[in-house]
């Protein structure tokens, strides 16, 4: 009326009051009738009160950005790489394992690409992960791995960058390769040989490899067993 009214949403009114006050920037009063700074409620989680006498937030916190109150002021900070923002959050949230993010002002991290891994203690905020690792020799990376796989046994791989098992190499003849290695093993034990694919220094499954047959001999790395000279007799395996 013309000599006063209720206090209105966004205002306080002390005692003895000739006009409401606005609450502050970075609060809202949602309320009628109320009398104190103190009855300015905090902008909510995630939400921006950029100007006075608000009765509610004016918007969420933008995507790529994260609004926390510091020392009862909103802020506004920009999402730093190895995080993501999504709208409406006051604190970054870091990228977890098998993810990543190299760009800042991101609501989102990156899926890890095939390749790559991205890997960290998840439980440690302080590890981020603003960047992708190729994948090492000797084992390979699908989309989103947190731990390379090795290359099974009876492959290597001397590249780097694989994606799948299927690009590891077949370990070759006269050797054997027992997994996740950039190089053979080692060579086919004296005493056998190794046709291709052997897991072991000693195979004797026929497909890979077997133990030396009589009448030949078969040093260190063979992968086909030699005939003994003439005038020379082998009577025994190996």
């Known amino acids: 009326g013309t000599t006063g009214n209720k206090c209105p949403y966004g205002h306080y009114c002390p005692a003895g009051s000739s006009a409401p006050i606005a609450c502050p920037i970075g609060t809202y009063l949602d309320e009628t009738q109320k009398t104190q700074l103190f009855d300015c409620k905090a902008c909510s989680t995630g939400k921006i009160c950029r100007d006075l006498g608000l009765n509610t937030p004016s918007e969420n916190c933008p995507e790529g950005y994260y609004c926390p109150f510091e020392a009862g002021l909103q802020?506004?900070?920009?999402?730093?790489?190895?995080?993501?923002?999504?709208?409406?959050?006051?604190?970054?949230?870091?990228?977890?394992?098998?993810?990543?993010?190299?760009?800042?002002?991101?609501?989102?991290?990156?899926?890890?690409?095939?390749?790559?891994?991205c890997s960290k203690t998840d439980s440690d905020n302080t590890q981020i992960l603003a960047s992708a690792t190729i994948c090492p020799a000797g084992k390979y990376c699908a989309k989103r791995t947190t731990t390379p796989v090795d290359c099974p046994a009876g492959t290597y791989s001397a590249q780097s960058g694989l994606s799948l098992e299927s690009e590891c190499e077949d370990c070759?003849?006269?050797?054997?390769?027992?997994?996740?290695?950039?190089?053979?093993?080692?060579?086919?034990?004296?005493?056998?040989y190794c046709l291709?694919?052997?897991?072991?220094?000693?195979?004797?499954?026929?497909?890979?490899?077997?133990?030396?047959?009589?009448?030949?001999?078969?040093?260190?790395?063979?992968?086909?067993?030699?005939?003994?000279?003439?005038?020379?007799?082998?009577?025994?395996?190996?």
């Open 172 to 192: 070759p003849a006269g050797y054997y390769c027992t997994g996740g290695g950039s190089t053979p093993t080692g060579q086919c034990q004296a005493g056998y």
């Open 196 to 238: 291709g694919k052997a897991k072991i220094a000693n195979p004797t499954d026929t497909t890979t490899g077997n133990i030396c047959p009589v009448g030949h001999f078969c040093p260190a790395g063979t992968y086909q067993p030699v005939k003994c000279p003439k005038g020379t007799v082998n009577n025994q395996h190996r």
């Open 75 to 117: 802020k506004k900070y920009p999402c730093p790489v190895g995080f993501k923002c999504p709208s409406g959050v006051n604190e970054k949230i870091n990228c977890l394992s098998g993810t990543y993010q190299y760009l800042s002002n991101k609501g989102t991290c990156f899926d890890c690409p095939a390749r790559y891994f």
